[in-house]
C-alpha cells in the first residue's frame, strides 16, 4: 500500500550538491525505516544511507564511501525522508532508490525492504 517517488536527481559538475526526496502516500513514512541505495552502471546495487523509525528513535547510518559529505534527513510535513548530497563525486553516478520497511531500526540488508521507488538518476560529470 506504500507507494514511494524519488525526485531531485540531474546532472551536476564535481564538487557539487544535490538533495534528493523520497517521497510517501498511503502510509506516515515515521513509522517506517528508509534505506537510500544506488546502483552504478555495471555494478550491483550498494546501499548508501539509512534512517530508523521514529519510534526507533530516527537513528542514522552512512557508507563509508559517503559519510562526511550525504545527510540523510526525515521532512514531516512532507511525509518524505531527503538525502543532501555535497561534494559530490563522478563515483556518485547511478540511479538512487529509496526503499522502506515497516516499524524496524535500522536495516542494511536491501533483501528486507518491501517498498521501492523508481529510482532518480545522479549523473557527476564535468
Known amino acids: 500500500q506504500l507507494q514511494l517517488v524519488e525526485s531531485g536527481g540531474g546532472l551536476v559538475q564535481p564538487g557539487g550538491s544535490l538533495r534528493l526526496s523520497c517521497a510517501a502516500s498511503g502510509g506516515p513514512l515515521d513509522y517506517y525505516t528508509i534505506g537510500w541505495f544506488r546502483q552504478a552502471p555495471g555494478k550491483e546495487r550498494e546501499g548508501v544511507s539509512y534512517i530508523s523509525s521514529s519510534v526507533s528513535d530516527s537513528r542514522t547510518r552512512y557508507a563509508e564511501s559517503v559519510k562526511g559529505r550525504f545527510t540523510i534527513s526525515r521532512v514531516i510535513a512532507n511525509n518524505s525522508v531527503a538525502l543532501q548530497m555535497n561534494s559530490l563525486k563522478p563515483e556518485d553516478t547511478a540511479v538512487y532508490y529509496c526503499?522502506?520497511?515497516?516499524?524496524?531500526?535500522?536495516?542494511?540488508?536491501?533483501?528486507?525492504?518491501?517498498?521501492w521507488g523508481q529510482g532518480t538518476q545522479v549523473t557527476i560529470s564535468s
Open positions: 526503499a522502506a520497511k515497516r516499524g524496524a531500526g535500522i536495516l542494511t540488508r536491501e533483501s528486507v525492504y518491501d517498498y
